[in-house]
């Protein structure tokens, strides 16, 4: 009996798919990158997890588990095949312990589902990435995701107390808890951003915070992105640590307003877009603090979102932004790195640069409190040759960006996008101890083979270009 | 669409394959899977389109349980037209597989043979009618002779009201004349929901319109076109523009959404066409048009506790999200009780719920349990199709309520009880 089957025999029907109708729509992630796997299995339990783990385990084959194929480095693309574990319908909140400020959800729970699902009890879960409406707490852990208001509570790691995984033999772990520093390793801050590659997560304890008494959101506009980096700076300069600071180009604006006419203006150079929350009288005084100094780095024009429902508008505007991308592109590479905040100026020039010198759009959004920059660079891939220059252009962004001090992932992990990237940040050695844990928790190496650490001969932007939209020979709709 | 059954490549490289259309799919949210979902959808028609994958039992499972309710256009930041992709994707899937003989029966009835009639349609349902009326359907329904597929379609059927039969071409607004519309009568609604047509009429001649209900016009196509039935849908569409184009309306209103929302696009089906394109233009939903004009005072309360569903075809297909609300609210003695998601589907969705008994159902019951949450006694909509379904789900999950389109609360409140 093959594989298929035996796990058709142990889970029953419904819950194992195999034939390219059903798998070919997990060869993807929001990525550049495609794999096809040759089997799917949707389990709607943890046992189940283990049933599969344990039958890939004998069979020899990889094991990627995914959430809901939100993310952009290619870390749920299963490029070497092998089973798919999706974990979508382990989706239920579990418990919400508002006394303890916590929640146990499955790992297909959905980001927003739980701030959602807390806000009765005026909590919340912090890691907001863009993509939060749709995204799976699982995939959040795996990638160790951000977000703009991660600027001030810091990202997924910070907010994970404990998890649950299956190991590589298919038995179970319960790592961390409800109570706070447990005694031991710290394994489950290792597990979360390991990417799949240490053991499939099927439980996860996360804290949650307080909502804030009071939010002021502004939105400050600028002739240049030159003079939005400054107000950057001042903010920082004064000390002050907005709950979000995002800066966005001419380029990304058309889009995003083209998108949701939330009121981001498409003329303006650049805008910011600032929040402060806290008690109300201390964001009076910081919201003051952001227009004066807006003011003057030189805005044009400052507006104070009024309502709730004006500041909802702008703030389902920027996550949407590189989703919107589609109206001016039919692709885009959405790249991910970081550099102290300081060198925002500098680096923007080179991107520009970088753009010019190889005649590509680019479309900027950025984290800018945290010096997180995502470069899109825009492109028709049915023009022949582009994709070497969009990857050679993207290269260039990063090795800049590692020049300036800083890194090539800031929240979209590394997966089968960045690794051949990682010996630039690493030594030898350090790519050498991360190899030594990984192989003592999966000997196997089954569990997404082929991801995070460098990979002779698995190079990305190569394995993809069979099954990238827009890819297809010309003259194949006639 | 234009004349190609094919899915055009500038439609589907629209998709970024972001995935924020996901926890807006039904019937992604029921089954968990990727090819169950908009993006997974677009990526299987792409595929066929490449030669990598075949249009094969599992790939056609995939194309025909998408509701095309399109609630993913609703929520996708890059604009995809969803809705013209998956039919475009279901002509080039038809021309493309052999359909089993039953298939092709009821599609051609559907299709062919019955839609665009108007008199076989009325003969039927006369028929219809009294078999409700005989005590036959009691015999019928005692007997349990009918086989199981004809017996769900059975059960479906609401209790029949008498037909609309428009007895003149134009009726005279009440009072001075306001405006002068088309009224979009359709081929199901006057049969199945004939009290809607009246309280539709009643409450725009009340409002100073006087209304032309040209005979010339036909169904409007919603269910070829969605069937991927697009030459039938092109012939009920050039019939309707010569019924009521040339008149010199303001407005053609329309008060089942499905239909609204096809009639809207008549410029893309007939090749962005003048006069389709000014059809469109001229078309409003009864929810729409009442809500942009001033409205004759309301004479009495309505004490209702309702709970909105959105229809699809009004809220997605024609972003028509606030004109049911801000008449709701408007009339007194009212309480709109929202239930979780009401922009999500019910099921019904056009032949879909006949096609597809088993999803339509799941997805029925999940809205049910929404449903009765909220407490409400009256389900309020715009459109037969989700009349018909919430109707059913009313005799399914055992709720006392009744469902009602909104002009019919409109007109309650113009003082005639329905």
Known sequence: MNLADRLRQALGPGVVFQGAENVIVYEYDYGLDRGMPDLVVLPRSTVEV???????????????????????????????????????????????????????????AINLDLSQAAEPYGLFFAPDPSSQKASTIGGNVANNAGGPHCLSLGVTVNHVLGVEV?????????????????????????????EGTLGVVTEVTVRLLPLPEAVRTTLALFASVEEASEAVSGLIGRGLVPSALEMMDRLALS????????????????????????????????????????????????RLAATADERARLWAARKGAASAMGRIAPNYYLHDAVVPRTQLPRILAHV??????????????????????????????????????????????????????????????????????????????????????????????????????????????????????????????? | MGLSALPAAADLSQCVHCGLCL??????????????????????????????????????????????????????????????????????????TSLSLAERIFRRLAFTELLPHRNRLRTLFGALLLYQRSGLQRLVRASRLLPAPLAQAESLLPDLAAPFLPRMDVYPAEGPRRYRV??????????????????????????????????EQVCCGALN??????????????????????????????????????????????GDGVQAQEFGRLTRDVTEF???????????????????????????????????????????????????????????????????????????????????????????????????????GLARSGITGDVKHVVELVDEAYGVVS
């Not at chain 1, 889009?255 to 600032?274: K, Q």
């Not at chain 2, 309505?302 to 809220?315: A, N």
Request: aromatic share 4%; charged share 20%.
């Open chain 1, 50 to 108: 283990q049933v599969v783990v344990r039958e890939a385990q004998a069979a020899h084959v990889p094991i990627v588990a995914r959430g809901a194929g939100t993310g952009i480095s290619g870390g749920a693309v299963p490029n070497s095949g092998g089973v798919v574990i999706g974990l979508s319908r382990m989706n239920r909140i579990l418990e919400i312990d508002a006394d303890n400020r916590c929640a146990v959800v499955q790992p297909g």
């Open chain 1, 166 to 194: 299956v190991l590589h033999d298919g038995s179970l772990v319960c790592l961390g808890g409800k109570s706070a520093d447990g005694p031991g390793l710290d394994l489950t801050g290792l597990l979360v951003g390991s």
């Open chain 1, 255 to 302: 889009a995003i307003e083209a998108a949701f006419h939330a009121g981001y203006p498409p003329e303006a150079g650049a805008v910011l877009l600032v929040e402060v929350d806290g008690l109300l009288e201390q964001v009076e005084a910081q919201a003051a603090v952001v227009d004066a100094v807006c003011r003057a780095a030189g805005a044009l024009e400052i």
């Open chain 1, 352 to 478: 520009v640069e970088i753009g010019q010198r190889y005649d590509l759009p680019i479309a900027n959004l950025f984290h800018a409190g945290d010096g997180n920059l995502h470069p899109m660079i825009l492109f028709d891939a049915r023009e022949a040759g582009i994709l070497d220059r969009v990857m050679a252009a993207g290269r260039e962004i990063l090795t800049r960006c590692i020049e300036a001090g800083g890194t090539i992932t800031g929240e979209h992990g590394v997966g089968l996008e960045k690794q051949s990237f990682m010996p630039l940040i690493f030594t030898p050695a350090d790519l050498e101890v991360m190899a030594r844990v990984r192989s003592a928790l999966d000997p196997s190496g089954n569990f997404n083979p082929n991801k995070v650490l460098p990979t002779p001969g698995i190079a990305h932007g190569t394995a993809q270009r069979a099954g990238m939209p827009g890819l297809a020979p010309e003259g194949m709709w006639v």
């Open chain 2, 23 to 96: 926890q807006n799919c039904p019937t992604y949210l029921l089954t968990g899977h990727e090819a169950e979902s908009p993006r997974g959808r677009i990526h299987l028609i792409q595929a066929l389109n490449e030669g990598r994958v075949e249009p094969n039992a599992t790939y056609r499972q995939h194309i025909e349980q998408c509701l095309v309710c399109r609630n993913c256009e609703s929520v996708c930041p890059s604009g995809v037209h969803f809705g013209r992709i998956m039919e475009a994707g279901r002509a080039q899937l038809y021309e493309r």
């Open chain 2, 182 to 215: 088309g009224f979009f009568t359709g081929c199901v609604m006057p049969l199945v929901y004939g009290q809607v047509h009246t309280a539709t009429l009643r409450v725009l001649r009340h409002n100073g319109c006087e209304v032309h209900v040209p005979r």
């Open chain 2, 225 to 270: 076109v969605h069937g991927g039935e697009q030459r039938g849908a092109r012939d009920l569409a050039r019939q309707n523009l010569r019924a009521f184009l040339g008149r010199g309306l303001d407005a053609v209103v329309v008060n089942s959404a499905g239909c609204g929302a096809t009639m809207k696009e008549y410029g893309e089906l007939l």
């Open chain 2, 290 to 392: 009442l809500a942009s004009i001033e409205l004759e005072p309301f004479r009495r309360s309505v004490r209702r506790t309702v709970t909105l569903q959105e229809s699809c075809h009004l809220v997605h297909a024609q972003r028509i999200k606030d004109a049911p609300r801000k008449l709701l609210a408007a009339i007194p003695g009212l309480e709109l009780r929202d239930m979780a998601h009401p922009e999500l589907c019910c099921g019904s969705a056009g032949l879909y719920m006949l096609t597809q008994r088993e999803m339509s159902t799941r997805i029925l019951d999940d809205k049910m349990g929404e449903i009765a949450r909220t407490g409400a006694r009256t389900i309020v909509t715009a459109n037969p199709g989700c009349m018909m379904q919430l109707q059913h």
